[in-house]
């Protein structure tokens, strides 16, 4: 009963599917030249597959997961070649530290790791339930809609798709279209070793991916700004898809007076000017005690010359669009600036550069900078810094240098964020055992790993009755056995 259940409501969300594109059919293109009908087709493919054989058995995940694992090994240069052409810029070894073996070493935790999380958990049933008994058992949500943006191409597509197919989910996966080359690469990569009616890659325009959040999927994957997110949110509230949003946000830096000022500037430039500081987890703008910023200052700009001793030399990463340039040209004007580098860098680079702001309220603080433009503020007291950050937009990630001491405790406790990392920038987000994600503003849900799993399953309750039950003496009529089950239920 529950196949025949199943296959018919996945035949009426399909065809509710299906009513959205109808017209595409006739018209034939969106304005980047990409059928919708296309993404119409995959859908239904997708979803018409899930009707028929359900999710992806265990087996079949291990023996996907193996095979997008070597091919992604083999066609490592290649994606070293497109990012670096899409960017304009980009060296080869952050594509492949940043990128490549990432996505990588998140399907060997995976695969050792799989049998595991897919198992049903047995739930120990107490007074008055047993001797029932229960278990939950994960299963997949259905059909997955990933889309990726274009600062971290390859692993911002993968990485979410990793954890759709550990939970057995079908995806329609969406590369960016700001990064053409190696999109083209995600789709053809996968395409080769994945079945479509597994996995289909669509590609176009914003369009294309406002389109798909409008499908009668069974859960969306976002990664993007937190202004597309609330559009994501909903459109796909329309059919009550859950959605995983990982989204922008203000990291903010607090440099205690315990902290190793040295260590401290080099994980914060090195966290900072990696890809240019297109991360989504870079430090955003750096607290620093009044009386020590002049000597952190100059700690930072030291970090930052060891970093890249030749800015020429082809390791610091380009701006990847000309609309980012120009918006963080836009944003650095008027502002009192320190270079970092020596030199400066002819578009489309922008050169790392220090801001000097005297309060949280300048214009430069109240957006997520993107970018390689860090602002260092001066501050006196610690409730000044909580005040401060809670009047900004959410952070995916708050960093702490310094001793784990009450102040560290305080900060903590007085703001919010997805993560604390404590004497280091950006790394917590490659550790596939912990969850990512943000709050508020920087996103919802947790994936990478066991959350990624986890997000994309349906946690069912199995119960299972016994033939004796303590329960069926509380039914109707009641009499003094009903009454003496309530005092046990209710001792002080």
Avoid at 69 to 92: N, P, T, V, W
Wanted: proline share 6%; glycine share 8%.
């Amino acid at each position: 009963m529950e196949c025949v259940t199943r296959s018919a409501s996945r035949s009426n969300r399909r065809m509710a599917g299906a009513d959205l594109y109808s017209k595409s059919r006739v018209t034939g293109m969106t304005n980047d030249g990409r059928s919708l009908a296309d993404l119409g087709s995959a859908f239904e493919r997708l979803s018409d597959a899930y009707s028929a054989k359900g999710g992806l058995a265990l087996n079949e995940r291990r023996e996907t997961l193996k095979a997008v694992r070597g091919s992604l090994i083999d066609r490592r240069e290649d994606y070293a070649k497109a990012i670096d052409a899409d960017f304009r810029g980009r060296s080869r070894h952050e594509t492949l530290i940043t990128e490549v073996s990432v996505v990588v070493s998140a399907i060997d935790h995976t695969l050792a790791n799989l049998k595991r999380w897919a198992s049903p958990k047995k739930i120990r049933l107490g007074f008055p339930f047993w001797p029932a008994s229960a278990e939950v058992r994960p299963q997949p949500r259905g059909v997955a809609g990933i889309i990726a943006p274009s600062n971290y191409p390859l692993q911002l597509t993968l990485m979410p798709l990793v954890g759709a197919l550990s939970a057995g989910c079908r995806a329609l996966v969406k590369p960016s279209e700001l990064t053409p080359r190696t999109s083209d690469l995600i789709s053809e990569h996968l395409h080769d070793v994945i079945d479509r009616g597994a996995v289909s890659v669509v590609q176009g325009g914003a369009d294309i991916a406002a389109a798909l959040t409008r499908l009668p999927l069974d859960i969306i994957q976002f990664t993007g700004s937190t202004h597309v997110g609330r559009k994501v949110a909903s459109a796909a509230a329309e059919h009550m898809t859950p959605t995983i949003l990982e989204l922008g946000g203000k990291s903010p830096v607090v440099v205690d007076e315990s902290a190793d000022l040295g260590a401290a500037a080099k994980s914060i430039m090195a966290g900072k000017l990696i890809n240019a500081g297109q991360t989504c987890v870079a430090p955003d703008y750096v607290f620093v005690p009044r009386p020590l910023k002049d000597q952190f200052v100059a700690q930072l700009q030291e970090a930052a010359g060891a970093l890249y001793p030749d800015p020429a030399n082809g390791d610091y990463t380009a701006i990847a669009s000309d609309r980012a340039l120009a918006r963080l040209i836009d944003l650095e004007a008027g502002q009192l600036c320190l270079p970092l580098f020596d030199r400066d860098l002819p578009p489309p680079y922008l050169a790392p550069k220090l801001v000097d702001v005297a309060t949280a309220n300048s214009p430069i603080m109240k957006q997520e900078i993107f970018g390689p433009l860090l602002p260092v503020v001066a501050y006196d007291e610690l409730t000044d810094v909580i005040a401060a950050i809670n009047a900004l937009p959410d952070a995916l990630a708050t960093y702490w240098f310094g001793s784990p001491n009450e102040r560290l405790e305080a900060l903590i406790q007085g703001t919010r964020s997805g993560a604390v990392s404590i004497n280091e920038t950006v790394l917590h987000a490659g550790i596939h055992a912990l969850p990512f994600g943000g709050v508020g503003q920087s996103g919802t849900g947790r994936y990478h790993g066991k959350a990624g799993f986890d997000s994309f399953s349906l946690e069912r309750v199995i119960f299972r009755q016994s033939r004796w039950s303590l329960t069926k003496l509380m039914r109707p009529p009641y009499g003094r056995t009903a009454e003496r089950i309530l005092e046990g239920l209710m001792k002080r």
